[in-house]
């Protein structure tokens, strides 16, 4: 009968393949014998240079940029630590010779994530605890910065350089002494927009359709703080989740353009086009004028929904916007052309285009302060990373110079930064661009004390549309032509 | 049962196992014990919940991540002091686990009886739905689900290092392995191995068919609920894109690439994935053939095809046929001389195919 002969052979092999697994595996990296037990991983063992893991997503609604972000960090150790491209037409190759004050950087690794704080754990664990990374660049979005900055906290010889995730939380909240972002947050990109429509366009009422994760919800917070903290009045929030196809029944619950303003938009990725295309099936015809959104308006929404879109507002992002040319940031866009002959980024459609395309998007861009900010950071301690502390200490008190603005750290180690505010215009070839309207400088991300590690996170119904005092109000730059009249 | 009958090859071999899985941590990296081998016990005690419907009740269940997910989510609720999301109950850990437990065993009741008339394709449709249902529960009720997940959550003191939680995937995985097993074989095991093989027959014998599938639901959902629990302690956080559509077909697809007639099966599935999500971007030049790790989830695809093609009863099916291969039939001996023979038939009838 079957119990003498039950899986007696799959039981060997599953034995036997576990043994020399596990053989295999205590042989690999010189960390044999390394007792389980032990909390984090040891970081001196594996040298004295830096170990970098780049966080990126290959998959999702942001998979598309992958190339760009790991592109615009390699761009900041091409341009400052001697680094030159594996490849002359994609980053994912990555880079060889790094060096900063006499410490080599290696890549490790690139992570993939999926846009979910399950996978990025996953992928971050997998570059820290098996390849032995001790500086991470990334996340690209607003919950996988969350688990990352989580993921930190316990991993106190570990240092974070964040990408581009745009979520309050994970720096207001968190609070992991060893996670730094030098960019703002989707709260702080849209800073002055409300007070912009409130004196400027005479808005008084607004809906609000916003991505249902921690992102769209920091986002649409700015806004409504900043647009109620003037006076105005939003009467609807409504929370489709990310990935959306069919908006057609949240469309359903905006109210009809006779009873608001305006509408505020911080609809992303894929779902951007099509919540307005919706928008218009089921509300009539669209006038710009009568929307904002946040930095996912962009030009090309003009490819589907025609001229029409010209005149909306926008937010701002870690760039400014692209009329915008100052010496400084045409050095920074040849320099990308100079590393590589093309870069296929998400810009282009993943087709291979001049580098500097990706590179004036602030995917690429975040990715790109994070590498000069771990290139300033080694500088300020003399590339003698062996105290953590010491490192992640110096990298708290820099200011980067960058091509976009000036760059320092709050007390929670989070982006003061200018923003920039745009619109969409006509301009004489009827085609639509952004035009720059205004810049908003110096922002941080508890608004005048609106957030704070007290307050809740930004979420459906937080903040309360309530007038309050913000810090930047009639305090923004004009930008005429394209030129800030500091 | 006597001690000797107990001494089967098998046994030996499972208990040769357990031992080498006892001395593992001091053996292989950290990395190893406590990312792959930890994560192949949380997945694979999960999957095994869905080998346990399949096999003795002929139920193929979706709902069985939903139930994993609620555990770790009424985990996080309860055992959360402070912070911007939860209910922030601030329990002792260990009533939070019991509430877990309790409140995910209850569900799993509900969900069970709910759907004990079904079979088939209708029941694989309805935990769909639940599956669908509760994704969107958790993503509505941001007051129970964060807004966003619930972050931070710790694990209580006597799991703190990592190994122990290690240690307690293994011995959970070996408890809910000899556990459902054994169930087979008692009176509650074989009647529900008869309303599988013939309802009709068995409801006419008096049984309550239903209560039998909705009991044995609930026993699955009891265990998914422990995976869940040790899934939350060890990811630190879960958020309704945890327990999503796409997870919850990873952890069918783990039990069909193990095979979803075969407890060892889901332990071996869980592995399988685990390692090619981990080390197949690893291998020299596989991302010169195009196998990037965004490739990953097409790999786990085409893996699955193949094993459905090849045996469908998945890797253990094709081990097993291995080795009938390899070993001649051995002609049945004569009866154990000691004990009686147990008086029941062994044949059994797994998804439309019947083994002895």
């Given amino acids: 009968m079957s119990r003498l002969s039950r899986p007696a052979a799959l039981t060997l092999s599953t034995a036997a393949s576990l043994a020399l697994l596990a053989a295999g595996c205590s042989g690999d990296g010189g960390s044999s014998g390394l007792p389980a037990d032990q909390e984090s991983s040891s970081f001196s063992a594996e040298g004295d240079g830096v170990r970098l893991g780049i966080l990126g997503q290959c998959e999702g609604p942001f998979g598309g940029f992958h190339e760009d972000v790991v592109a615009g960090t390699t761009l900041a150790f091409a341009r400052y630590a001697g680094a030159s491209p594996n490849s002359s037409t994609s980053a994912l190759e990555g880079f060889s010779d790094a060096e900063v004050a006499g410490t080599p950087i290696e890549l490790v690794g690139i992570g993939c994530g999926d846009d979910t704080a399950d996978r990025i754990l996953q992928e971050v664990r997998r570059l820290v605890e098996q390849q032995g990374a001790n500086v991470i660049i990334g996340p690209l979005s607003g919950d996988e910065g969350i688990a990352v900055a989580e993921y930190a906290k316990g991993k106190p010889d570990l240092t974070v350089f964040a990408g581009i995730s745009g979520s309050q939380e994970q720096t207001l909240q968190v609070q992991a002494p060893n996670y730094f972002r030098f960019y703002g947050d989707g709260a702080i990109w849209n800073a002055g927009l409300g007070d912009l429509l409130y004196r400027e366009k005479g808005w008084r009422k607004v809906a609000v359709i916003a991505d249902d994760y921690s992102f769209g919800h920091t986002s649409a917070a700015g806004f409504v703080a900043d647009f109620c903290g003037v006076g105005g009045e939003v009467t609807h929030r409504v929370f489709p989740p990310l990935g959306t196809t069919d908006y057609s029944s949240y469309i359903a619950q905006l109210p009809d353009p006779d009873e608001v303003d305006g509408y505020f938009w911080a609809v992303g990725g894929t779902g951007t086009q099509a919540a307005l295309e919706a928008f218009v099936n089921a509300k009539g015809d669209l006038t710009g004028d009568r929307h904002a959104g946040n930095f996912f308006f962009n030009p090309d929404l003009a490819q589907a929904l025609g001229t029409d879109i010209a005149g909306a507002h926008i937010g701002g992002f870690a760039t400014l916007p692209g009329d915008i040319q100052t010496p400084e940031i045409k050095e920074y866009l040849a320099a990308a052309d100079e590393t590589w002959e093309t870069i296929p980024g998400s810009l282009s459609g993943n087709e291979p285009a001049p580098p500097s395309t990706s590179a004036a998007f602030g995917f690429f861009y975040g990715y790109y302060s994070a590498g000069v900010a771990l290139v300033e950071g080694l500088k300020a301690v003399d590339g003698d990373i062996s105290d953590p502390k010491a490192f992640q200490s110096a990298v708290a008190g820099l200011t980067l110079d960058l091509p976009h603005g000036d760059i320092s750290l709050d007390e929670n180690r989070s982006g003061i930064v200018d923003v920039g505010l745009s619109r969409l215009a006509v301009n004489d070839s009827d085609e639509v661009v952004q035009e720059s309207v205004a810049i908003v400088p110096g922002v941080d991300q508890t608004f005048g004390g609106t957030f704070s590690p007290d307050t809740p996170s930004p979420g459906r119904d937080f903040p309360k549309c309530e007038k309050r005092d913000l810090p930047w109000e009639g305090k923004a730059i004009p930008v005429v032509d394209g030129v800030p009249q500091r | ?356």
């Fill in chain 2, 1 to 356: 049962m006597t001690a000797r009958d107990l001494l089967t090859r098998s046994n030996l071999l499972g208990a040769a196992l357990v031992v080498v899985l006892l001395v593992l941590p001091s053996l292989a990296t950290a990395y190893f014990v406590n990312f792959v081998m930890t994560q192949t016990f949380i997945l694979g005690l999960a999957a095994a919940t869905i080998v346990f419907l399949a096999k003795y009740g002929g139920m193929i269940s979706l709902a069985q991540f939903l139930l994993f997910g609620v555990a770790g989510f009424m985990f996080g609720n309860a055992a959360q002091e402070t912070g911007a999301r939860g209910l922030n109950l601030g329990w002792h850990p260990w009533a939070a686990v019991v509430f877990a437990l309790a409140v995910t065993t209850a569900a799993a009741f509900v969900l069970g009886a709910l759907a004990s008339r079904s079979t088939g394709l209708y029941f694989l449709m309805l935990t769909m739905v639940y599956a669908v249902i509760g994704y969107y529960v958790f993503a509505q009720i941001v007051e129970i689900s964060g807004p966003g997940g619930l972050t931070s959550i710790q694990r209580p003191d006597l799991l703190g290092p990592p190994v122990r939680l290690y240690y307690a995937g293994l011995g959970l995985s070996v408890l809910a392995y000899v556990g459902f097993r054994a169930v087979g074989r008692t009176a509650f095991g074989l009647a529900l191995q008869g309303v599988r093989d013939d309802p009709v027959r068995m409801a006419s014998l008096g049984f309550n068919v239903p209560l039998h599938r909705a009991l044995a639901f609930t026993l699955a959902g009891f265990a998914a609920g422990a995976g869940g629990l040790l899934n939350v302690w060890w990811n630190g956080q879960i958020d309704p894109a945890s327990i999503a559509i796409g997870p919850t077909l990873i952890l069918l697809i783990i039990a069909v690439i193990g095979g979803i007639s075969s407890f060892e099966g889901a332990w071996l599935g869980a592995f399988v994935y685990v390692l090619i999500f981990t080390y197949l971007r690893d291998l020299p030049l596989i991302d010169r053939v195009g196998i990037t790790e965004a490739r990953f989830n097409t790999v786990i695809g085409v893996i699955v095809l193949v094993i459905m093609m090849l045996s469908p009863e998945g890797l253990t099916g094709i081990a097993r046929r291995l080795r009938r291969r390899l070993r001649p039939p051995a002609r049945t001996g004569p009866a154990p001389s000691t004990g009686p023979p147990l008086p029941v038939r062994t044949t059994e009838k797994e998804l439309g195919v019947t083994r002895r």
